[in-house]
């Protein structure tokens, strides 16, 4: 069992810049995949970014490569993201999950946090 909490959301405008973290509690934290998503009102959750247990292995949606940076530090127990150049159509509460292994679906992720609001000003 992981449980994960999300923070670090806010209002930022436009071209801006928000680093979220996601802190997990419980067993082996080390051994998940870590993945970010994202739900904008009334849309699906979409894929963002995700990393594998080690950290060695990265994957990101086309939409976010060389804006968004995922990171992990598994001495803390948290992951990161970084978002740079940020458009007003990625306000969205973004989501942290665990999964077995790396993948884009989010059925393959086992353990989700709360969600962080991010919102985007034009």
């Known amino acids: 069992q992981v449980q994960l909490v999300e923070s670090g959301g806010g209002l930022v405008q436009a071209g801006g810049s928000l680093r979220l973290s996601c802190a997990a509690s419980g067993r082996a934290f080390s051994t998940y995949a870590m993945g970010w998503f994202r739900q904008a009102p009334g849309k699906e959750r979409e894929f963002v970014t995700a990393?594998?247990?080690?950290?060695?292995?990265?994957y990101h949606a086309d939409s976010v490569k060389g804006r968004f940076t995922i990171t992990r530090d598994n001495a803390k127990n948290t992951v990161y993201l970084q978002m740079n150049s940020l458009k007003p159509e990625e306000t969205a509460v973004y989501y942290c999950?665990?999964?077995?292994?790396?993948?884009?679906?989010?059925?393959?992720?086992?353990?989700w946090g709360q969600g962080t609001q991010v919102t985007v000003s034009s």
């Open positions: 999950a665990a999964a077995y292994g790396e993948s884009r679906l989010p059925h393959e992720y086992a353990y």
């Open positions: 990393i594998s247990w080690s950290g060695g292995s990265t």
